[in-house]
């Protein structure tokens, strides 16, 4: 292990990549950049990291802000969830803590949006706290290293993957040493190629000595993502539509979209378009146009949105299952924080678009 972690921080030394949080001791803004590489490439993130520490330079900033000009901030970014967790820890690290980030891995998990890896990235990252990171990559790089031929999902193999960062970890510079694994598993020893000559711990992987890198990790098949149908339009009355906001949890949190829903099982688009209506924001329509479907992708369910134009001759609101709603001009909904899907469906309404939240 000792020889392991010393060639692990002398190669990344040399050869970490330029990242401007990387320039920096704020905990603060190491912070938001963990949250903004979730699920995200470092070139997409340097731009939104430093446009969101000029907005929100602090906690405080970050506590005291409009949601909506936080979600305004993350517009593009995706996973939405990320950015009202941000806003919710800061809210409790601003009452609790004074402003300042917990510098241990326990009670920053007690933060909302702070998991095990988050917790330990900036315990050791921001605090120099012997704390491991257990992301892809670095799951990657112990299961070849340590030869793991196991299913990783398995909670097992999970807890022993976490077991053997902790030890790795337990040194000198744990927050260089956890960046270096991630680093290496980044660059080096990527998923399909990995390029064993040029690792700095070649010499102690058992999956370059048994020549099988490629097929490791192992990892169990994945569900088909479910076919989902529904139904969105853009009703109006008098020349103003209706934008309606989804609760502040779940699916697509706190964003603003068109008001509709989801098809019960043999429904026809168009019953279920005026059963959605009446259900969800108490409307009935009086004339509604089909104008097409959009197709999109989430993670696990794979959605056709049957998209309508429809008009209503009253503007009584009665909502279930949304959080509010706005009467506007109907080009000034792209305005508001919405996610890819909603900006699908407002183009092939030709409306404006504007950068979308996911
Ligand atoms: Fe990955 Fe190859 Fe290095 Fe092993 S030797 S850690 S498989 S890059």
Same mark, same amino acid.
């Given at each position: 292990?000792?020889?392991?972690?010393?060639?692990?921080?002398?190669?990344?030394?040399?050869?970490?990549?330029?990242?401007? &949080?990387?320039?920096?001791?704020?905990?603060?803004?190491?912070?938001? $950049?963990?949250?903004?590489?979730?699920?995200?490439?470092?070139?997409?993130?340097?731009? *939104? &990291?430093?446009?969101?520490?000029?907005?929100?330079?602090?906690?405080?900033?970050?506590? !005291?802000?409009?949601?909506?000009?936080?979600?305004?901030?993350?517009?593009?970014?995706? *996973?939405?969830?990320?950015?009202?967790?941000?806003?919710?820890?800061?809210?409790?690290?601003?009452?609790?803590?004074?402003?300042?980030?917990?510098?241990?891995?326990? !009670?920053?998990?007690?933060?909302?949006?702070?998991?095990?890896?988050?917790?330990?990235?900036?315990?050791?990252?921001?605090?120099?706290?012997?704390?491991?990171?257990?992301?892809?990559?670095?799951?990657?790089?112990?299961?070849?290293?340590?030869?793991?031929?196991?299913?990783?999902?398995?909670?097992?193999?999970?807890?022993?993957? &976490?077991?053997?960062?902790?030890?790795?970890?337990?040194?000198?510079?744990?927050?260089?040493?956890?960046?270096?694994?991630?680093?290496?598993? #980044?660059?080096?020893?990527?998923?399909?190629?990995?390029?064993?000559?040029?690792?700095?711990?070649?010499?102690?992987?058992?999956?370059?000595?048994?020549?099988?890198?490629?097929?490791?990790?192992?990892?169990?098949?994945?569900?088909?993502?479910?076919?989902?149908?529904?139904?969105?339009?853009?009703?109006?009355?008098?020349?103003?539509?209706?934008?309606?906001?989804?609760?502040?949890?779940?699916?697509?949190?706190?964003?603003?979209?068109?008001?509709?829903?989801?098809?019960?099982?043999?429904?026809?688009?168009?019953?279920?378009?005026?059963? !959605?209506?009446?259900?969800?924001?108490?409307?009935?329509? !009086?004339?509604?146009?089909?104008?097409?479907?959009?197709?999109?992708?989430?993670?696990?369910?794979?959605?056709?949105?049957?998209?309508?134009?429809? $008009?209503? $001759?009253?503007?009584?609101?009665?909502?279930?299952?949304? #959080?509010?709603?706005?009467?506007?001009?109907?080009?000034?909904?792209?305005?508001?924080?919405?996610?890819?899907?909603?900006?699908?469906?407002?183009?092939?309404?030709?409306?404006?678009?504007?950068?979308? $939240?996911?």
């Amino acid at each position: 292990m000792k020889r392991v972690r010393k060639r692990l921080l002398d190669w990344y030394r040399t050869n970490k990549r330029a990242m401007p &949080w990387r320039e920096t001791r704020d905990p603060y803004a190491i912070w938001i $950049s963990e949250a903004m590489l979730q699920q995200t490439r470092v070139e997409t993130v340097i731009p *939104y &990291w430093q446009r969101f520490l000029n907005l929100f330079p602090d906690v405080h900033a970050l506590a !005291t802000a409009d949601l909506d000009d936080v979600l305004g901030a993350w517009a593009g970014l995706g *996973y939405y969830s990320r950015a009202r967790n941000l806003q919710a820890a800061a809210r409790l690290i601003d009452e609790r803590h004074g402003g300042r980030l917990p510098d241990d891995a326990e !009670t920053l998990q007690t933060l909302p949006g702070i998991g095990r890896y988050t917790a330990g990235a900036l315990a050791s990252i921001a605090f120099d706290r012997p704390e491991p990171v257990l992301d892809g990559n670095v799951k990657r790089v112990l299961t070849r290293l340590l030869g793991i031929r196991e299913d990783i999902a398995q909670p097992a193999v999970l807890e022993r993957l &976490w077991k053997e960062a902790g030890t790795l970890a337990r040194g000198p510079h744990p927050g260089d040493l956890n960046q270096a694994l991630m680093e290496l598993g #980044a660059t080096v020893c990527t998923s399909r190629t990995p390029r064993c000559a040029g690792c700095p711990i070649s010499q102690f992987c058992d999956a370059r000595a048994e020549g099988d890198a490629e097929s490791l990790p192992i990892k169990a098949r994945k569900k088909p993502a479910r076919r989902v149908e529904a139904v969105a339009a853009l009703v109006t009355r008098r020349g103003r539509a209706l934008a309606v906001r989804r609760p502040p949890r779940g699916l697509l949190g706190g964003l603003w979209d068109l008001p509709g829903g989801d098809l019960a099982a043999g429904e026809m688009p168009r019953a279920g378009l005026a059963r !959605t209506l009446r259900e969800r924001t108490g409307l009935e329509i !009086t004339r509604a146009s089909a104008i097409g479907t959009v197709e999109h992708l989430f993670t696990h369910r794979k959605l056709t949105l049957h998209v309508y134009r429809a $008009s209503t $001759s009253t503007n009584r609101i009665r909502l279930d299952g949304f #959080a509010g709603h706005k009467w506007l001009a109907p080009g000034a909904i792209s305005s508001l924080p919405h996610a890819s899907m909603t900006a699908k469906a407002l183009a092939l309404l030709m409306l404006p678009t504007a950068r979308s $939240s996911d």
